[in-house]
């Protein structure tokens, strides 16, 4: 039993440090822990993949998946516009979108709330002339808080129920986390919206709001007579040129609409559209004899008449273009798409564009077709930063929700368990036409899937073979005679504090036995210290890594790694003086 603990403890210890360190995948980690754990023989070959029909797992796919159909409705755009516009005062706009990202979260991926608020905040604060820096961090922070109130609004909370239910004989039910979630919210959004915003470095509420210059990048270049282009097909040229320039369309004879054409042949008075560094300029002036002509305004209604379109969006944490470069990816040659620019904390990045390594939080600026585009952003798992325009329809929008309130009753009230009511909306949502059978695949965050699925095993390790025994009994030795509410206390620092620089997910799974383990050589109800790591896992308020949230705004409200505490250590400050005596009147020991 010794050499189990001792490999398990060195197992979760390097799992640990490679969540931190954040090179590696949290879902390779996972695995990689969940492989070792199997050679080390503290996981059983038949319980290797257990984790992966766990009811945890299932409940957290399908809320994925429904969080999609909600985001196709429209209603939430609509809504969140008709609520900007009708706040007149920039308190009250702010109010509004921090306000409804976090209701939206109590019952969907806060992710997925997230992704619905950030073209609204950004039009929003550009609409009002001001930099959007104050208000996507109180969004992003508000989304995470409203997860708290119900077991579906963040992953946390369902593992944490279904652990309970290994231990207890039932699972934490639907609302079984409002009474302290919820005031947890209310303070939270009273502190973020009169004083939080205002922590943010002046020099972000000031910032410049034209992220990208487009006349920085794109240029209209008049192939002359004596140009080494003429005759050749726009593909060739393209090819034969030794900077990182790209042509994105030509005017034929330099008069009329806009055209692909990657097979026209040059020939002289012949425009083409071309993104460029401006340091490649010279190059293409002086030894491809390439004339610059045109404008901005020339260029953006070229783009409109060939039904090109440009989008901001930003690269999410678990994009495929993540430690890729576009070039490295394909982006043009598999997509049609064309990278224009990339900004980074706010700044844009102006050399060899197509060869930087692109980061989670980055904002594009991608030229592409029009009709494909949100298709195109969806499959490398960007999102976009402009309102979306969609038409609501009462199949795809009031339909849903009635299903989906529907399943919260059902489960609500016992007549279903959790997994199997959701489990039954997304299937008539998916058999009714509301939401497409591969969106519904596509939805799913198969990366956390596969965290949750791999690490679940591991986690039952570290019980199996005593070590949750072990370390409760060493935090107990250390409290001596502290009262109850102080281990719960530390329970919840300690999960928060992990929170800040691993997956949340990840955290539940690991402290869960641990709270548990504690409660039972105390001899008491392990209930207040599950509670304590539901909220403590969820509150990552520190750093841009410790949750998707903080991640995807960095890059567009321009924020530095320390804008985070700024804002963030009041809050989770207030979220321990307000949780812990609630938890403790809520559920006593």
Sequence with gaps: ????????????????????????????????????????????????????????????????????????????????????????????????????????????????????????????????????????????????LGGLVTLIGTPPNIIIAAYRAEVSGAPFGMFDFTPVGLPVLLVGLVYMLLLGWRL???????????????????????????????DKTVAMFERALKSEAEVLGLIPGGDGPVVRGRQHHLRPGDILLMQLDPGDLAELTDADKLEVVGDVEALTKGLKDAELTLVEAVVGPNSRLVGLSALGFGLRRRLGLSLLAVARQGQPIRRRIRLATLRAGDVLLVQGDAGEMPDHLRLIGCMPLAERGLKISVRKTIAPLAIFAAAIATAAT?????????????????????????????????????????????????????????????????????????????????????????????????????????AQRMGVDADPFLMAVAVGASCAFLTPIGHQNNTL??????????????????LEIAVIAVAVPLIMLAWPP
Excluded: K
């Design 553 to 570: 705004v960095m890059g567009p409200g321009g924020y530095h790694f320390g804008d985070y505490w700024r804002m963030g250590l009041p």
């Design 200 to 230: 943010l470095p002046r020099r972000r509420a000031d910032a410049d709001q034209a992220m990208f210059e487009i006349g920085d990048y794109v240029t209209e270049l008049r192939v002359t007579e004596g140009s080494p282009a003429v």
């Design 414 to 518: 016992g007549v279903l368990p959790v997994p199997v009511a959701l489990l039954a909306a997304l299937f008539a949502m998916v058999v009714g036409g509301m939401l497409p059978l591969r969106e519904a695949y596509e939805a799913v965050d198969w990366p956390v899937i596969i965290l949750l699925g791999a690490m679940i095993p591991v986690g039952g390790a570290l019980g199996d073979t005593g070590g949750t025994a072990l370390i409760a009994d060493g935090i107990i030795a250390l409290a001596g005679d502290l009262p109850v509410w102080v281990i719960v206390a530390i329970v919840l620092v300690v999960a928060m504090t992990l929170s800040d620089v691993m997956n949340n997910a990840a955290t539940a799974v690991v402290m869960a036995p641990i709270a548990a383990a504690i």
């Design 1 to 144: 039993m010794e050499f189990d603990q001792a490999a398990v403890f060195a197992i979760l210890a390097a799992a640990m440090a490679l969540f931190v360190w954040g090179r590696w995948r949290y879902d390779v980690v996972a695995v990689a822990a969940l492989i070792a754990c199997v050679f080390a023989g503290v996981v059983p070959m038949d319980r290797a993949f257990a984790g992966f029909g766990h009811p945890a797992v299932v409940v957290v796919a399908v809320v994925l998946a429904i969080s999609r159909a909600f985001i196709n409705s429209g209603l939430i755009d609509t809504v969140g516009a008709a609520l900007t516009r009708a706040a007149t005062s920039r308190f009250g706009q702010r109010a509004a979108l921090v306000s409804l990202a976090a209701a939206l979260s109590m019952f969907m991926n806060n992710v997925g709330a997230l992704a619905l608020m950030m073209p609204v905040a950004m039009q929003t604060a550009r609409g009002a002339g001001r930099s959007p820096a104050g208000l996507l961090m109180p969004i992003a922070f508000g989304s995470i």
